[in-house]
């Protein structure tokens, strides 16, 4: 419905379930597979000058991520996992957005953030929608150039996972399996939703979704 955000909902509600260093893996390879099909399409917008300085910052902040997703324990992991969805949950619901053109010297900490939490819980994408929707106004251009910053970035963060094991997991093979034709379904549905739904109410929609998870995740970290 919203061309990104998808790892923001799946992640926590997963971690109910499932470790955080089994999810993120697992959601990393279904994201970056919906990003691979649906890329095709928007390649030729996409605006590559505004990629250039996020992807090495991005690749940075990946190695960081992976190295904490690793070796720090779980509750505080789930614990700032809730408190980044709570933050983005709530500016949906308020619809905080601003229209200033920013200085590009913000991919640098854009980057370093957005690779760090993408490795780290798999959500990556609101600081790279933010700084984007700062720079580029043309809506098929943004998308088109997120999408394309996903794919690059999320294929590193495959290999990252690849390296250090994390893709190698007992039973993450069949998950992955399990859940791709799920996500063929989410995807199909989701468009059909965005044709008939306003920008507003989706955000809205994602807001309340995002501030409830992110507080059970957070309760049950501390219980």
């Known amino acids: 419905m919203t061309g990104f955000g998808s790892g923001l ?19 990393l390879v279904l994201d970056f597979s919906a990003s691979i ?11 590559w000058n505004e ?11 990946v190695i960081l991520g992976v190295t904490l997703l690793i070796h720090m324990p779980r509750e505080p992991l789930l614990i700032g996992l809730g408190i980044f969805v709570l933050i983005f949950g709530v500016r949906n619901l308020l619809n905080i957005h601003g229209e ?25 994408g609101p600081p790279y929608i933010i700084y984007l929707s700062h720079r580029l106004k043309d809506k098929a251009e943004l998308r088109a150039t ?3 910053l996903f794919t690059l970035e999320g294929g590193l963060r495959v290999i990252a996972f690849l390296a250090t094991g994390l893709l190698l997991q007992s039973g993450m093979l069949t998950a ?7 996500m063929a379904l989410g995807l199909y549905l989701g468009h059909r939703a965005h044709l008939g739904i306003s920008s507003p109410q ?15 995740l957070i309760w049950k970290a501390l219980a």
């Not at 099909?37 to 605006?47: D, F, Q």
């Not at 053109?101 to 959500?123: D, E, K, Q």
């Not at 992955?176 to 799920?182: D, E, F, G, K, S």
């Open 202 to 216: 989706i955000l809205k929609l994602i807001g309340v979704l995002l501030i409830g998870s992110s507080a059970s």
């Open 51 to 61: 990629l250039k300085p996020l992807l090495p910052f991005g690749a940075t902040g």
């Open 37 to 47: 099909a649906l890329g095709g399409k928007t390649r030729k917008h996409i605006n």
């Open 9 to 27: 909902i799946a992640v926590p509600l997963l971690a109910h379930f499932l470790p955080l260093q089994f999810v993120v893996p697992l959601v």
């Open 176 to 182: 992955i399996l399990a859940a791709l034709p799920v």
């Open 146 to 148: 997120f999408s394309g």
């Open 100 to 124: 200033a053109t920013i200085s590009r010297w913000w991919a640098i900490p854009t980057g370093l953030t957005g690779g760090t939490v993408g490795a780290l819980f798999g959500t990556g």
